[in-house]
């Protein structure tokens, strides 16, 4: 039996897999934001996946890991960072447990089960409360030193039209539904004018620009709540800007909408076990 988990801002999920091939329906539970409570309740979440079934091995993603793949070195909750995570994580299991990046871990799930399928190279974004990403080549994470960090490219050095304020702002700045909350004092959701939305695909369409230029993916998946809520950036609009932005290559590669929603960092984890057999 494998053990899954997507360790989240807002939520943690766990699912098990008994023949490496499908997974259970994920049990679910907020994200503690104090990092004993939050090993206790894992503990609780594994305990009630496995029940008594023998576990193999385990593999979850969970933001900003360090170069080592072992603690945080940034998290949403301060009392995760540089905390004994991947050491935690074993002892209370007792078998060996493989820690990525969520964003990754997603990429890697659509890439192998979702809407980046039997494509070679995987250019997978997501855009939500933060901007993340990662290269998937041949159902495989791409190799990096210190992670893939797409939401923090610059756009603009000045940072005037974003919620950067004065400092050079990121795509991250920008199109985030942290940003917007930053900039118009409104969830996402809550917004209906079209040109803010035009303007965010926009912009949008500049940071993929880059993840192209970059990456040379044949298809590009976009995922997150910026991308498949409602109202969301068009994926439409999108690639008309990238029509007319894009120079250097001939053709754009496919764009598409991230199909596994919030199991796709779960479905990740199970393929990357899956290559560890």
């Known amino acids: 039996m494998y053990l899954l988990f997507d360790i989240g801002g807002t939520k943690t999920r766990v699912a098990y897999s008994k023949d490496g091939v499908a997974f259970s ?30 576990i193999q091995a385990a593999a979850g993603g969970v933001r900003s890991l360090d170069s080592g793949k072992k603690k945080l070195r940034a998290h949403p909750y301060p009392l995760w960072v540089h ?30 089960a979702g809407a980046g399928r039997g494509y070679p190279i995987v250019a997978y974004i997501t855009v939500s ?4 990403g990662a290269r998937i080549v041949q159902n495989t ?16 050095v000045d ?37 803010v939305w035009e303007e965010a695909a926009r912009v949008l369409a500049f940071g993929l620009h880059n993840t192209i230029v970059h990456w040379s993916p044949d298809v590009l998946v976009l995922g997150g709540s910026m991308i498949t809520g409602d109202p969301a950036i068009s994926i439409d609009r999108i690639r008309e ?8 290559f001939p053709d754009l590669p496919e764009i598409k909408k991230a199909e596994l929603g919030d199991t796709a960092g779960l479905y990740g984890a199970l393929a990357f076990l899956n290559a560890k057999k």
């Open 241 to 248: 800007h990238l029509k007319n932005i894009l120079a250097i």
């Open 141 to 156: 994470i791409d190799p990096s030193a210190q992670g893939f960090e797409p939401g923090s490219q610059i756009i603009s």
């Open 83 to 112: 905390e004994p995570l991947h050491e935690e994580l074993e002892k209370m299991l007792g078998v060996p447990v493989y820690l990525e990046n969520d964003a990754a871990l997603a990429g890697l799930g659509e890439a192998a």
């Open 159 to 195: 940072g005037s039209s974003s919620a950067a304020g004065s400092k050079p702002a990121s795509l991250e700045n920008h199109v985030s539904g942290t940003a917007f909350l930053q900039k118009f004092g409104k969830q996402p959701h809550e917004i209906s004018d079209p040109k």
């Open 25 to 54: 329906q994920p049990f679910m539970r907020d994200t503690e934001k104090d990092f004993p409570t939050a090993m206790n309740v894992m503990k609780e979440m594994f305990q009630e996946a496995a029940g008594d079934g023998v």
């Open 129 to 132: 409360t933060g901007v993340g």
